[in-house]
Every structure is written in structure tokens, then in C-alpha cells.
């Protein structure tokens, strides 16, 4: 029996030399000469505690930092029998295209010799620049044949909606290499976290955070992404989920009005969105203690547990177990969905029931 799999795992740089055995000696050089000394996440401050859980910050080294560390505190402790890096080096952020995709291949190279080569139990999410798509495509490809990449991660705050049709390259080569492709909270160029501009404290960025993920959805949906792959699947990661039954309600309504300026959406988008897409449920967005019919009208709403994806989103912190609650109230076979069977299917794992319960 295998353990439930942890489906958002944040495995941090150390230093910027860490990629330099990976990088052409063009570009280790362009970093030493520019004075660069590294692209840790700033959607992530080191001091604020929600970036990181105490006891991710014991010892030396970065939150996240050292393969050791997460696999006590994600796979030994809890007992996950696998945990998807989601890796948030903020390469995207760069505007020198050749350089970010420099920097995104080689940041795939030091996941696969640090991290898949460190435990059997990871999986890795392949890391590719949005301003070049071709050549993002190419390094889905290129990551294809390496055991242990199981989806391809994009951050929502891009230049340009995710759905149109400069980014298509990128779906079909995850289409093509069976992997998912995941959207989390984060800067890729030049735009602020919110939709609507740069805000004035931290606190407007982290609880607009969701915001983005809707409009990135979308797009997704109306640009007719789901139409021209139809097997993509795409996982919107740190985000809520108490969000999407409004959503879904709002785009099949105005879907019914406007359906003629879509016509490749030839189905209510709620539909599309059930088919394709599946959400983390860490940090769980619903209320600390909701009443069992709650949790039963909001399964119904989106559909199924089968949109569900456990995480622990470690290293960051929630101050709260809201997840466990929501867990609490499901049937033991929508538990083993959300836990195990929902990811193993997605990711290609072993398809044996969860055997424990996450215990933090």
C-alpha cells in the first residue's frame, strides 16, 4: 500500500551557483559579470511566516532548500508516498528570453541530478519560460524521457492570458508527453500579481491571489485551449477551490448569451472546466468548521471529489487545517480520491488506495 501523494511541494534553490555545473559557461559568466546574485521568489518574502512553516526554517539553508529535510518532513513524517516539486526560482520574471530559458533548463537539470535522483518517492514539475513558447515546447520535450517530470508548471501573473495562442506550443508538448500542466500564483513578466494593477501592502497580493487564477481560466476555456487538446489536463495550484462553483455558474450563463463569439466551445464551460481541470485543496478557502451538508453542496456544485488534489503546499504556511476538515467530512472513497487515486491517475502513479491520512 502506498501512502497519499502530496501534490504541491515547494523545493527551493540554495544559491544561484547551484545551476552553474548546469548552465553553458556563456551564461555563468553573464550571471558572475551582471552582479546577479539569485531569483528567490519576492511573491514569497523570506520574513513574512506564511512563507514558510517553523520547523521548515530549522537548520541551514533556505526553506525548502535541502532534499533531506523535505523528504523528513513531507514523505518520512507525514508519510506521502510521493510529493510533485513545484519549483518557484523565478526565472520567469527575467525579460532576456534566451536567458530565462537558459535558466529554466538548467533549473530542470539540477531538480532531476538534486531531487529525482535524491528519492523515488519525488516527482517534478519541468520549469519553462513563458517568453519563448517554442522553446519552452522544446524543454517539455527535451524532459520527456526523464523519469520523474510529471507535469510542466506556469505562473498565472503572465504578459499575456495564458489561453491565446502564442502559449499553444507549450500544451502540445505536455499533450504529447502525457503531462499535466499546472498554474500557480507568481510573477512571469512585467505584470502585477493582481488583475488589476500593483497593489500598496503584501496582504492584497496573497488574498487576491485566486483572482488571477479565475481570469487565467478563463481564458483558458474561451480561448478554446480545452478544444485543440482535448487531452490536457491542467492543475490550478494554491489558489482555493470554494471559488469555482460561482465561476462556472456566471461563465455558463453568460456562455448561453454569448456562445456564438466561441463557437469551439461547443459545451457549458462548466463542463470543460469538470473534464480538464483539477484544484489543490492547500490553502482550503471554505470555513474552519463547516457542517456536513456544506461540504455536500459544494461537491455537488463542482461536481466530484474527483476535481480535488491533496497538498501540503510545503514549506509555506496556512495556520490552519482547514484541509483536514474538509477531508474529515468525506466518504472514505472520496478521502482515497482526493488523497491518492485522483493524483495517481493524473500523474501516472501507482493506482493502490491511500493506506494514511496526512498528519500535518
Not at 551557483?17 to 548546469?22: D, K
Not at 483558458?220 to 487531452?231: C, D, K, N, P, Y
Not at 456544485?301 to 480535488?308: D, N
Request: glycine letters at 8%; aromatic letters at 8%; a negative charge.
Amino acid at each position: 500500500m502506498t501512502g497519499f501523494v502530496d501534490c504541491d511541494v515547494h523545493n527551493a534553490v540554495p544559491d544561484l551557483a547551484a545551476l552553474f555545473p548546469f548552465l553553458a559557461d556563456r551564461w555563468v559568466d553573464y550571471c558572475v559579470e551582471s552582479g546577479v546574485d539569485g531569483f528567490d521568489p519576492a511573491f514569497y518574502p523570506a520574513g513574512m511566516p506564511l512563507s514558510a512553516r517553523p520547523e521548515a526554517r530549522r537548520g541551514d539553508g533556505l526553506p525548502g532548500s535541502d532534499p533531506d529535510t523535505v523528504r523528513a518532513h513531507v514523505l518520512d513524517g507525514p508519510g506521502a508516498g510521493h510529493a510533485v516539486l513545484n519549483c518557484l526560482y523565478a526565472v520567469q520574471a527575467l525579460h532576456n528570453a534566451d536567458w530565462s530559458t537558459a535558466l529554466a533548463g538548467a533549473l530542470n537539470d539540477w531538480q532531476a541530478a538534486t531531487w529525482l535522483a535524491a528519492d523515488p518517492r519525488f516527482r517534478a514539475s519541468v520549469v519553462v519560460s513563458p517568453h519563448d513558447p517554442r522553446a519552452a515546447a522544446e524543454e517539455v520535450d527535451r524532459r520527456a524521457g526523464t523519469p520523474g517530470f510529471v507535469q510542466v508548471l506556469l505562473l498565472a501573473s503572465t504578459q499575456v492570458p495564458l489561453g491565446q495562442r502564442a502559449h499553444w506550443p507549450i500544451y502540445a508538448a505536455a499533450e504529447a508527453a502525457g503531462m499535466a500542466v499546472a498554474i500557480h500564483p507568481g510573477v512571469a513578466g512585467a505584470n502585477a500579481l493582481s488583475p488589476v494593477g500593483w497593489s500598496s501592502h503584501y496582504i492584497e497580493d496573497y488574498a487576491g491571489a485566486a483572482l488571477t487564477l479565475q481570469s487565467q481560466l478563463t481564458s483558458l476555456v474561451s480561448e478554446g485551449v480545452f478544444a485543440a487538446h482535448q487531452g490536457l489536463r491542467v492543475v490550478l495550484l494554491e489558489s482555493g477551490v470554494t471559488w469555482l462553483p460561482s465561476l462556472m455558474w456566471r461563465f455558463d450563463k453568460n456562455w448561453k448569451a454569448l456562445r456564438r463569439e466561441v463557437p469551439w466551445v461547443d459545451r457549458p464551460p462548466s463542463q470543460l472546466i469538470r473534464e480538464h481541470v483539477l484544484l489543490t485543496v492547500a490553502p482550503f478557502d471554505g470555513p474552519s468548521d463547516p457542517a456536513p451538508e456544506w461540504i455536500d453542496r459544494f461537491l455537488t456544485q463542482i461536481g466530484s471529489a474527483e476535481m480535488l488534489l491533496h497538498a501540503s503546499d510545503y514549506p509555506h504556511w496556512h495556520h490552519g487545517d482547514g484541509q483536514g476538515t474538509l477531508l474529515g467530512h468525506l466518504s472514505p472513497a472520496e478521502r482515497a480520491q482526493v488523497l491518492h487515486g485522483n493524483a495517481a491517475r493524473l500523474y501516472g502513479l501507482p493506482e493502490e488506495a491511500a493506506s494514511c491520512a496526512p498528519t500535518g
